[in-house]
């Protein structure tokens, strides 16, 4: 009634005489305006926060997503965004999916799923260039928040994350065994310039082997021994077969002793006719 106005800290404040912006801001506190011929109008000058629905583009590799975002904004001149634009809120989030449809059709799947930093910049300097100079908003920050995929293309990328994982754990196996080799036969080499060690070796893996509570234990008995018992073997022994296979491979076939003839009954001289043939002689 009497035209006193309060501003808060975060608000500024424009006055209008006769539907003419005056010059100035009126700053946060107690001011006075006119009650018949002025208007104050208050400006928030906090940071806004806007969600950006989800917006179904397709990429510049042809793959369909659906991708919201948030964006953080506040006016920085109040006179332009009281002035220049109607409702400088719903111009925002208009000018924001309208630029994340673009920013989605200019970029690959892959780009949107792993470089977001980079997405999230260049989204802000698209949809702060409409808004800061004629609107007096600046954009302050703009996060993508959430790639839907189709279900196929998540099928997809979990078939390859898991190709992938499995060539990994393939190298790393067969780096493992070539290692492994390489230290192997270093040891072996260890091991052949002292007999001693492989018969050390030998009684740990028996201790090894015992201590898993097995019915049945193996002695490998060792080539050193077998060749003791050849070396020691009297040589006659080893001359004779040597000799017998020599004989029997040179020798001639063996003779097959005769049969002598029996006498045959002069009674049984002739056979019995068979079939009604005439008699013959038998073979004597």
Known sequence: MFGFKIITQYEKGIVFRFGRALPGIREAGLTWVNPFTSRL???????????????????RDNVTLRVDAVVYYRVIDPIKAIINVQNYKFAVSQVAQTSLRSVIGQSDMDQLLS????????????????????????VER?????????????????????????????????DGEYQASKKLAQAAAVMAADPAALQLRLLQTVVEVAAEKNSTLVMPVPVELLRFFDRAAPPSRQAEPSAADAQGTSAAPLAVAEIP????????ALTAPLNGAPKTPAAV
Do not use: F, Y
């Open 115 to 138: 470089e977001r930093e980079k997405i999230n910049a260049h989204l802000k300097d698209v949809i702060d260039a409409p808004t800061e100079q004629p609107w007096g908003i600046r």
């Open 261 to 268: 003839a029996l006498p045959v009954p002069a009674s049984a």
């Open 142 to 174: 703009v996060e993508v928040k959430d790639v839907a995929l189709p279900e196929s293309m998540k099928r997809s990328m979990s078939r390859q994350a898991e190709a992938e994982r499995e060539r990994r754990a393939r190298i790393i196996s067969a």
């Open 41 to 59: 109008r208050k400006v928030n000058m906090q940071i806004i926060v806007t969600a950006v629905p989800g917006q179904e583009a397709i990429t």
